[in-house]
C-alpha cells in the first residue's frame, strides 16, 4: 500500500480533519455560529448584573438581600431546562443539520426575551409577574440548550486543522457579550437615578438584545450548513446520534467534556458576580464596578482568539493545564485583597487578572470538548454535557456566592468555592490526555 500524502502536523487527530471548507465565506460561517450564543450570554449577564433591580420588580420583600437571592434563584433554576434543550436540539442538529438547529434556537431565543421585556412588575399582577419571569427564562434556558453544541460543532467542522482558533469565536462572543452588557449596566447606572432604574432603565439592555433576534436568524437562513455533516457516512456512529446510543457509547466523552468546562462556567459567572459583589457588599459605585467588567469583557473578546490560534500550533492541553492550576492557586488570594483593599482599582486589577486567566483556559476549550465526540454525535453530546455542566456550576454559582457570604460572614468565601472547582477541571484534561489523545 502506497503511503498516504503528508499533512502538516497537528496537536491531536480529529475525526474531521480533512472536512472540506464549505462555500460560506468564514466570516459568515462564525457570525451565524456565534450570534446567538452572543445573544444567549448578554441575556445572561444583563440579568446577573441587574439583578438588584429585576428582584425590585418582581420579587416583594423588605429585605433587599432576600430579593437578591429570589432574583438569583429564578437565575439559577431556570437552568434546569437546558440538559433537556441540549439533548432535543442537539439530536435534532445530528440528524437534521446544525443550520436549521440553529435557526429554531434563535426563534425560541427571541420569544423569552421578548417576554421579559414587555413582563409587568409584581405591583401590577402580583404573583403572576415573576411566574412570567420563570417561564420566559425557561424558554430561554430551552432554546440555549441546543444552542452551544450546534454553534460550536459548525466551527470547528469548518476546518480540522485551525479548530482551536475557529472554536474560540464561540467563547470570544461571550466576551463581546459581556463587554456589552456592562457597557449597558455602567451607562445606565451612570443615567438613570435608582427608582427609574427599577422602574424601566433595567428593560432597555434585553430590548436590544430582541433587536439583535432578526440579525442573527437572517444571517443563520444564509448560511452553509457544516462540511463534515454532509460528509460523515451512515453507520456505528449514526447509532450514537440517538439519545439512548448517546448515553451507552459516549459517557467517557460526557465526563470529559463536562468536566474540562466546569472551572470555566463556575469563573465566568463569579466574574459576572464580581460588580454585584462590589455593589452590595463593598459599598462601590455601581458604574464604576460594572465598568471594571467592560475591562474584562475587552479581555475576553480579543485575547481569546489568540489563545485558540496559540493552542493549535503548540497544543491546546499545553495552555489549559497551567491556566486551570493558576485560576485554582490565585482566585482566593485576590478575594482577600479586594475586600481588604474595598477600591474601585483593587477591583479592576482583579478582575483584569481573573479575565485573562480565564481567556488562557478557555480559547481552546470549544476544540477540545468537540474532541471528545464522534461527527455524527457531537452537537448531542456537546450540547448535553455543556448544559449540564452550566446548569450545576454555572447557573447557581451567583446564588451560591451570595448564600456563602450570608452564611459565613467571609465576604472572600466565593472564592474557597472556585478553588474546589478547579480541580475537577484539571483532573477531567488529564482524562482527556490520557483516554482521548487530546492534545
Known sequence: ????????????????????KPATRPVRVIAAATIGN???????????MLAIYIGRTFFPDADPGVQLVQAFGVFGVTYLIRPLGGLLLGSY?????????????????????????????YDAIGLFAPLGIVVARLTQGFAAGGEFGAATSMLVEQNGRRRGF????QFASQGMATLLAAGFAAGLTSLLSEADMTAWGWRIPFAFGLLVGPVGYYIRRHVDDSPAMADAEDGPERVSAQLGGLFRHQWGGLLIAGG????????????QYLPTFGISELGLSPSFSFLALVITGVILTFVTPLVGQAGDMIGRVRIMLPAALLIGASVVPLFLWLTAA???GVLVVVMVVLGLLKALYFGALPSVMADAFPVRSRATGLSFSYNTTVAAFGGFTPTIAAALVAATGRQESPG??????????????????????IR
Do not use: C, H
Open 1 to 20: 500500500m502506497s503511503p498516504a500524502a503528508p499533512t502538516p502536523p497537528s496537536p491531536s487527530p480529529s475525526p474531521d480533519s480533512k472536512a472540506p
Open 38 to 48: 452572543a445573544l444567549e450570554w448578554f441575556d445572561i449577564a444583563i440579568y446577573a
Open 93 to 121: 442538529a445530528d440528524r437534521r443539520g446544525r443550520k436549521k438547529a440553529l435557526v429554531l434556537s434563535i426563534r425560541l431565543m427571541v420569544i423569552g426575551t421578548g417576554m421579559i421585556v414587555v413582563m409587568p412588575g
Open 166 to 169: 475557529l472554536g474560540s469565536f
Open 260 to 271: 474540562v468546562l466546569v472551572v470555566s462556567t463556575a469563573l465566568n459567572f463569579i466574574l
Open 342 to 344: 474595598r477600591s474601585f
Open 416 to 437: 474557597y468555592y472556585l478553588l474546589a472547582v478547579s480541580f475537577v477541571s484539571v483532573a477531567a484534561l488529564l482524562a482527556a490526555v490520557r483516554w482521548r489523545g
